[in-house]
Every structure is written in C-alpha cells, then in structure tokens.
C-alpha cells in the first residue's frame, strides 16, 4: 500500500473510492462538494438528509456512486465541529476511513480532509499516520491471513500536493509502532530475552545504531542483584539490551529510555492467582516494546539528539531456583531489598537499568513500564500514568502526549507513603499496602535515580486494548512510541 500526495483538483481525482471528511454543522455540501454531487446525481445529499448525517466525529457513511468516470464508492467522514479540530481528529478520522475502504474493497483510495490549524505537513502526517495505523494487520500466527483478496493499493491525499516528507515521517513513526505491536502482541514462547535481543540486533544492523548486550556474568560484574533476582528461576538467560542512537554531528542533548522487559509475569512465587490476568502476561514487556519501536523511528528520522534505548529483558519464573518471598537483593547502586511480594518484580528490573541509565551521564530518564494493577484501577485501560518529581520533564511529556494523541495523567509522588516500603531488615521492600500501590512503586524507582530528571510512565492498561478504538485494534496498541518520539525531537 503506498500513501502519496495528489495534485488533482477533487473534481478531477480518478480513483475508485473518494472519501471526504465534514465538519459538524456543515454537511450542506457547497463549491465543490455540491459539484461532485451533482455528477452522482445529488445521491450524497440525499444520504445526509436520510441517514440525518451530523458529521459527529469519527461516523462515516458509504454509498456506491454512478456518474463519474472511475469512482464507484464514497465515504463521508465526520470530523466534529470545525473549532474543535486536532491533528488527533484527522488520525482517527483518517482510521474510520481506511476500515471502511478496507471492509467495502477498495483499491485506490482518495482523502479529502481540511486542513489543521492551516499546516499541510501536519494534516499529512495525521492522515497518513491514521490509515496506516488502522490498516495493520498482524497474520504471523493464521495459517490463512485474515485479510486475504482485494486489498488497498494506493491512497491519495488530495489538497495536500508537495508533503512527501510528512508522509515519509508517518511511515517512520508507523513502522515504529508497528513493531511495538507486533513484540507486545507475539507470545511468551516467541518473544523472549533472546529474541528481543535479536530484535535490538537488527534494528541497530539495518538503522546504523550501536548495540551491547550485557549477559548474565556481565550482570553480576555490575552488581545488579535485583535484575538477576528476578531472572534466576528462569530456563532462559536474561540480556540486559543496551541500543544507542548518535547523531552525526554533535549531540545536543542525551537522553535514555528504558522500558520494562519481562517477556512473561508469572509472578513467581508469589503466582499470580485466579483473575490476576496471568494469561495476558505476554504483555509485560510492553515497555522495552515501545523503546525499541523508538529507537526504530528515531533512527530512521535522525534526530540531533543521543538516545540511549534500554531493557533489563527477562521472564519472573516459577523453579527450584526462584528468589523466595523475603529474599533479600542488592541493586547496583548498593541498596538492599527485602522482596516481600516476587510479582512487584518490574521495579527490581527497573532499578538495575536506572541506576546504568544514570552512570551514562544522560540529561533526562524516561522509562515505561506496565508496572502496575494499582494504575489500571486508578486511570483505566486507556490513560497511562505519570510519575515524576520534576516539573519540567512532566509538561515535555504532557505535550508529547498530547499532539501523539496517547491518553496521559500525572499522578502524585507523595513521599510520605515511602513509608510503606520501609523494611526491618533492608533499605526497604519492593511492596508496600494496595492502596496507592503505583504511587509506591514509582517512589521504589526513584530510589535508584540520583539527581538527573527522570520521569516514570506506567502502561500496564494502555499497551492493550480489548476492542477496537480509533486507529488502534483489539490487541496491542503500540502505545509510548509516538509520545517518545515526540518528546525526543523536541529537544
Ligand atoms: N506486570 C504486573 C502489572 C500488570 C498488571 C501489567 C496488569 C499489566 C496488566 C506487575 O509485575 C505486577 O504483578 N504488579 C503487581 C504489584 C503488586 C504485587 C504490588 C500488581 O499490580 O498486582
Ligand atoms: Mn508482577
Ligand atoms: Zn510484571
């Protein structure tokens, strides 16, 4: 499927299914709408006023069309009121498009959107992003693909002549995405320690980055106790993942991203018990499948900035030798452990990569992690949280967010429930009471950052969805990428 600009005047697109985007409150079709309906002899009009058409944003309604030489097939699209207009909109507006065309076989797609906020290059992106978003389709385990015959070959976007490199930057950021989903959404028994390494190995082989792997002894030499804890009931070695982006020139700034990387959650012996979800734990490594899905767009966009894309990969596993509650760890800052809960086993991995993150001398921190149930109780499936001391990292993040369209919320780090991780025996625990239980595990993480700003994003609800939502299809969203890619460039 290729996405391209296209020159022609809407009267003069040929292409088998046109699909037009309205605002709210302006469906009476005028200029050139009114000529185009003319050609299908006033049939969309008529479909407006039957279907009592709103254009309410995201509904679409179809009809064949006679009249013109090559469409056969139109989709109208609304898009809400005119005022209230993002480049989100557009996205899932472009998406309610593309499943459409999808579903009634069309080959050769036109969109004609408006513009946001008078910026073609954004409104290209958005579209393209949209369509390209919704149109994946992950068939890796049918034996027969899902979506077999006719298939969308080529999608105009009229209006928007000369935004080839806005399309380009949607198809980097898609591919990105793409791959987020694909390693959340591959099972257990696929995606493992070993074949994310693998994964962090051809990106840096086919983008240009540079890659270390960190094996078990060269765990042990930094002194990650609390990593290695939670890998050593696992049959399968861990590999703490260490990918980094250099710019050409010199880098204005550098940054780290680090991203949960259990490839399963069994909770160890701490199991996770009836209803816990533990059959969606393939998920758990829904972090380091944002950061690589990062690190895959920003190699590809080259931006002036040094990423360093990290994950502490393993599985928390069930053996004879698995970390017993009330095993004591000690990370590699020195600090100790008492590990009263084997299934808060995100945090201990997360230690280890933060304090390495911090020894690299970065400007800002950020990781991701499906940390926490406490933060799905709390925000639902489709917000992430947001933890952080710092104010300034908070807003950058709010803003990236924001324009990727990805649901966030800050949450407080309140100190004073630090105290429920305080431990008669160690520097602390790793759980303290449920309530405020992702609140506790974000300040367990800031345990291990020393001063450099550093902000925690929990996506244990987002990284999945169970229905279909916008661009985003039941299974793994891809969540995290378009925000880190946002945050970086904006640097
Ligand atoms: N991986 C889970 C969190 C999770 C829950 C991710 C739901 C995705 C969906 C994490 O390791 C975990 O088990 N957390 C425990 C912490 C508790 C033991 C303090 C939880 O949330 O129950
Ligand atoms: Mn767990
Ligand atoms: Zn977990």
Redesign the pocket.
Known sequence: MKIQPSDAPLLNWTGDTLALGLFEDAVALTGDLAKLDQLFAGVLKELIAEEEFTAKAYSTIFTRVTGSSSIRKVILVGLGKAEALKAETLRRAAAAVARVAKKQKSKNLGLSFPLWNNDSAATAQAIAEGTQLALFQDNRFKSEPEDKGIKIETIDLLGLSGQEAAITRADQIVSGVNLARELVAAPANEVTPITLAETAQAIATEHGLQLQILEREDCEKLGMGAFLGVAQASELPPKFIHLTYKPQGTAKRKLAIIGKG?TF?S?GL?I?GAGS?IE??K??MGGAGATFGAAKAIAQIKPDVEVHFISAATENMISGHAMHPGDILKASNGKTIEVN?T????RLTLADALVYADKLGVDAIVDLA?????C?VALGEDIGGLFTPDDAIASQIEQAAESAGEKIWRMPMEEKYFEGLKSGIADMKN?GPRPG?SIT?SLFLKQFVKDTPWAHLDV?GPVWADKDNGYNSAGATGYGVRTLVNWVLAQ
């Open positions: 259990l959650d909770g701490n996770k979800g969606i734990m998920i758990d809960n299934d808060a086993e995100g499906t940390l926490t149930g406490a799905v759980t239980g595990a244990a």
